[in-house]
Structure formats: structure tokens, C-alpha cells
């Protein structure tokens, strides 16, 4: 990795598509804190809006969306005085640079890129926003000279494009861009309540446990739960996959180990094991909900702290922006 900047900035983003999970919480909101509270890097997060609108969405409820996930962020303990938190598509200049490294991106390494087969496959209308999208991603990074994004390994791919292409930039017109390294965090695979093998999606949420369930809603959701014919809780993704589903979300909860929790529930009941599950949940997302639910009452407040936040992001992806203007010949 070069060192154009000595500065440990992180960051990373959520889409304002829907209702937050317990994924989301668990893969990324929970790491994002710890990140914070680490002291290690200067943290940048943001409402991904821009991606967002890559596949089918209703206008209507995106401004509700963008507040609701300001707001997840706070509530989850993002701290808007210790982090710089903004939206996407206030800051120009992540889609003017995702333009200028669209001229240098290969095609063919696009086309081969695993969430974009994955996410046409399901559609009929695909769109180019769709096919570019990691290209967008790279100007979110690349604009804030991070050096560590926080990543799940099915985001892995991305990442190492996005170091392709600052590498690809500073060989053609200098040292300007960082490469930045990936932050493998804890990103449980959390699966789908009502089908096990596969994962936990906002598009099935009969069987999506979400952040603002109620406690009855989470209680019922978890009873209703798919796990197996046998009896006995045990670790075996191959043969108990809901049990091992359920499990992985019971220790990222409680912050137990699946071994502790396995040797504590060996006899029990499937009943009694998942209303302690159902309880633990509730437990942990108390503080959020209460939160969210009263930072929710005033938005004005939300995009007060997100005025700020796209503030400074603005005068860093500006600066920056304007430095690589310059290697290219455009100022």
C-alpha cells in the first residue's frame, strides 16, 4: 500500500432500501461502533442513497428511508461528533470521480463480478447503475483517502477492484490515490428464520427478523422459526441448520459462544430454548428501539447532524476531487 496519506480513515455505508435486520445490525451497525470506540481510525459513514436506486425502489418513501437509517445509525451509537455521518448523493463529487474511473475500469473484470450475477439474475429490467455499481462504491472509498474499509468477504471482490483501479490511476497519472486494505470484522452469516440455507433478506420478511419488530413481534418470529424433526441443541449447519441459525444469533447477541450456549441448552426443549433466544434479542435492542423511536419524533434534528456531516465530507471529496482533476488534465 502507497502513503499518500499518514491519516487512518475508515469508512463504509448502508442502503436506504428498507427495513434494517438483524444482519444488519450484527454484520455491520454493532462493528461500525466498535470501530468508533476503537480510536484506531477517523470514521466515515454515510447513507448510500446512490446505490440504492440500482434496482426497483418507489420515490415516494426515499427520503423516509434516508431518515431512517440516519437515525438506525445514531440510535445504534454512531456518534455524529466522533464520526462524520452524511449522504451519499449530497457529496457531487462520488459520482463525478465514479465517472472518471469508469474511463479506466475493465469491462470484463465488471462483468465477472459475483453480486452483479447474483442481483440480475433475480431481475428483468438490469440496469448499467447496476453493472457500475462497484465502480460507485470505489469512488465512495477512494474520495476519503481510507485506508481500511469494513468488509464481509462477499464484499471482498469489490474491494479488490477498487484497489485495481487506484493502483491502474496512480500508474497512468502519479501517486494520488490510496489503496486501501480490507477490515475483516465479524459478519455472521445470518440466514433466513423460515429457510436456513438461505440468507436473512427484507424481501421475505416473514421470515426477516427487523430491528423495529416489537418485542411480540420478535417473539412470535423467533417460535415460529424453522429448525428439524430431532430433538437436542447442537452446532451442525450440515443437519440442524435452523438450530445453528439460531444459535449464531444468540451468541452475537449476547456476546456468548456458541460452545456456552450449546453446553447450557444441550437438553433443552426447542420451546425453551428459543423463548431465551427471543428474550435475549429483545434485551439487546431495547436501548435502539427507545432510541430510534425518539430520535424519529424530529427529523429536522437528523438532517441538522446529516448538514454537518455532508459539510465535511464535502470539503474532503471536494480537495480530493480537485487533486485528481488535476493528475488527469481537467483543471
Not at 461528533?81 to 452524511?86: A, E, G, V
Not at 496512480?170 to 459478519?187: D, R, S, W, Y
Not at 429457510?195 to 421470515?207: I, N, Q, V
Not at 423463548?275 to 423511536?293: D, E, H, N, S
Request: aromatic share 8%.
Amino acid at each position: 500500500m502507497n502513503n499518500i496519506s499518514e491519516t487512518n480513515n475508515l469508512i463504509s455505508g448502508i442502503q436506504p432500501s428498507g427495513r434494517l435486520h438483524i444482519g444488519n445490525y450484527l454484520g455491520a451497525l454493532k462493528n461500525f461502533v466498535a470501530l468508533q470506540e476503537g480510536g484506531a481510525h477517523r470514521c466515515f459513514f454515510f447513507v448510500a442513497d446512490l446505490h440504492s436506486i440500482t434496482e426497483s425502489y418507489d420515490a415516494s418513501t426515499k427520503q423516509a428511508q434516508i431518515v431512517d437509517v440516519l437515525a438506525s445509525f445514531i440510535a445504534a451509537g454512531i456518534d455524529p461528533k466522533r464520526s462524520t455521518l452524511f449522504i451519499q448523493s449530497h457529496i457531487p463529487a462520488h459520482a463525478e470521480l465514479a465517472w472518471i474511473l469508469e474511463t479506466i475500469a475493465p469491462f470484463g473484470e465488471l462483468s465477472r463480478m459475483t453480486q452483479f450475477k447474483d442481483k440480475s439474475a433475480r431481475q428483468d429490467d438490469i440496469s448499467v447503475g447496476l453493472f457500475a455499481y462497484p465502480i460507485l462504491q470505489a469512488a465512495d472509498i477512494l474520495l476519503y483517502d481510507a485506508t481500511a474499509v469494513p468488509v464481509g468477504e462477499d464484499q471482498i471482490q469489490h474491494l479488490e477492484l477498487t484497489r485495481a483501479l487506484a493502483r491502474k490511476f496512480n500508474n497512468k497519472f502519479g501517486e494520488t490515490l490510496m489503496e486501501p486494505q480490507p477490515l475483516l470484522t465479524p459478519t455472521p452469516r445470518i440466514m433466513s428464520l423460515h429457510d436456513p440455507l438461505r440468507k436473512m433478506s427484507k424481501s421475505e420478511p416473514a421470515g426477516c427478523l427487523f430491528l423495529d419488530d416489537t418485542p411480540e413481534e420478535i417473539t412470535a418470529k423467533i417460535m415460529a422459526a424453522v429448525t428439524d424433526s430431532g430433538t437436542g441443541i447442537a452446532f451442525d449447519t450440515a443437519n440442524k441448520a435452523g438450530i445453528a441459525n439460531l444459535l449464531t444469533i444468540f451468541a452475537n447477541v449476547t456476546e456468548r459462544t456458541v460452545d456456552d450456549l450449546v453446553a447450557h441448552y444441550s437438553t433443552a426443549k426447542y420451546s425453551a430454548f428459543k423463548k431465551a433466544l427471543a428474550k435475549a434479542i429483545i434485551k439487546k435492542l431495547a436501548p435502539y428501539r427507545k432510541k430510534k423511536i425518539k430520535l424519529l419524533t424530529k427529523p429536522e434534528a437528523l438532517w441538522k447532524i446529516a448538514a454537518r456531516g455532508n459539510k465535511a465530507a464535502n470539503a474532503i471529496a471536494n480537495a480530493k476531487l480537485t487533486e485528481i482533476k488535476k493528475k488527469i488534465g481537467l483543471l
